[in-house]
């Protein structure tokens, strides 16, 4: 059983993790540094995440809050000469990978006491987060950005959050909640270090899927880094355990109308200069400024991993290949699968490349209707 504890990345101090913290005093963000083995728990098909519960930090059962999340499939694709697997996280209970964080964060909420969350969000974390916010009985308050999809906010709506509809960019939308935050429990994917610890089982499952050993390379979708830092969160207990050989290389991949981590990677420096994000297809990634950027940038350097942009014409290309081969995914999914087709083709053969379908393409029937108008 691991045992876990608050540590800054900035000050380095220790905290308990029973504390109602989401950062730390001195203003750094917090990670969780876990003690002990992960182990590869026995449990029944559709146990989901919760199989893993040894290596996961909630302290007494009656506090998960769970809607079946985790246990996606795994399946083969080709795609232009290129043979590789995807991950169908779509077709978690709210339609994207973040219930796993959800999951995992609102189960520490519960069992802190808390009786109210606020979080913000371009639209999957915010529908995540509702949903079992609802399950568990705590009141959500949810800051939106003005111009979300309007699916995604009547999907917040159904679950009963509040929604404050935040008018201008993402980061605005962000910066409000974090000073609403100085007020309430920010239920963060990027602060929250608990919602990483949901989005780490992705890895897990990985293994077990290829029969016990990780792929060679993992190629991402790269916004706040809530899936690409869960999944190298993940491999690096794994590694650590002793259940893989090595670390799979990260390819983080980015739209090149919003790519602030390749050109903090280009600059080596953060934040990067003159890096003015514009409106793309991808928006669920559309961070201009992500809080745990040089965390992210340090996990694709360690792993021996790479940043890649895409365009928006590959991200419409991916996405109408993803649709003849039966996947219907929002925007921001094909742009791990548009990275995909910008590797070698003879990488394939030596190599096992994995990457995610991140969210359903219901949450975005408007954008995907235009698309396929352009056909």
Avoid at 100 to 108: D, E
């Amino acid at each position: 059983m691991m045992k876990f504890m608050f540590v800054c990345r900035q000050c380095r101090t220790e905290h308990s993790c029973r504390e109602q913290l989401w950062r730390c005093p001195c203003g750094g963000l917090l990670d969780l540094l876990a003690a002990g083995a992960a182990e590869s728990a026995e449990a029944p098909a559709g146990a989901g995440l919760w199989k893993y519960r040894a290596c996961l930090p909630i302290d007494r059962d009656e506090n998960i809050v769970s809607l079946g999340e985790g246990n996606t499939p795994l399946v083969p694709l080709e795609q232009n000469g290129r043979s590789f697997w995807v991950k169908l996280e779509q077709c978690s209970p709210t339609g994207s990978f973040k219930d796993r964080g959800a999951s995992v964060l609102i189960s520490k909420a519960k069992e802190l006491g808390l009786r109210k969350v606020i979080e913000d969000s371009s639209g999957n974390a915010g529908c995540a987060m509702a949903a079992y916010a609802a399950r568990a009985g705590i009141e959500c308050h949810v800051y939106v950005p003005a111009a979300t999809s309007p699916a995604k906010l009547v999907q917040m709506r159904s679950y009963g959050a509040h929604l404050v509809l935040v008018p201008g960019t993402r980061q605005q939308t962000a910066d409000a909640a974090l000073a609403a935050a100085e007020k309430e429990y920010y239920a963060s994917h990027s602060w929250n270090p608990f919602f990483f610890q949901g989005t780490k089982t992705i890895a897990y499952e990985i293994r077990e899927q290829l029969g016990n050993r990780a792929p060679e390379r993992l190629v991402l979708p790269a916004g706040n880094g809530t899936l690409l830092l869960g999944v190298y969160i993940g491999f690096q207990e794994l590694l650590k355990a002793g259940q893989i050989r090595r670390m799979p290389r990260l390819m983080a991949v980015q739209s090149e109308r919003c790519c602030p981590l390749r050109a903090a990677r280009e600059q080596d420096r953060w934040p990067p200069q003159d890096c003015s994000p514009q409106p793309t297809l991808a928006e669920g990634i559309a961070v201009a400024s992500p809080v745990r950027g040089p965390q992210i940038l340090e996990a694709v350097r360690e792993s021996g991993g790479e940043i890649l942009t895409v365009t928006e014409e590959e991200i419409r290309a991916a996405l109408r290949l993803l649709g003849r081969s039966g996947y219907y995914v929002e925007p921001t999914a094909a742009v791990a699968v548009a990275g995909i087709l910008r590797l070698e083709t003879s990488l394939f053969a030596r190599e096992t490349v994995v990457s995610v379908l991140s969210g359903h393409g219901l949450k975005a029937g408007t954008a995907i209707a235009a698309i396929l108008e352009q056909d």
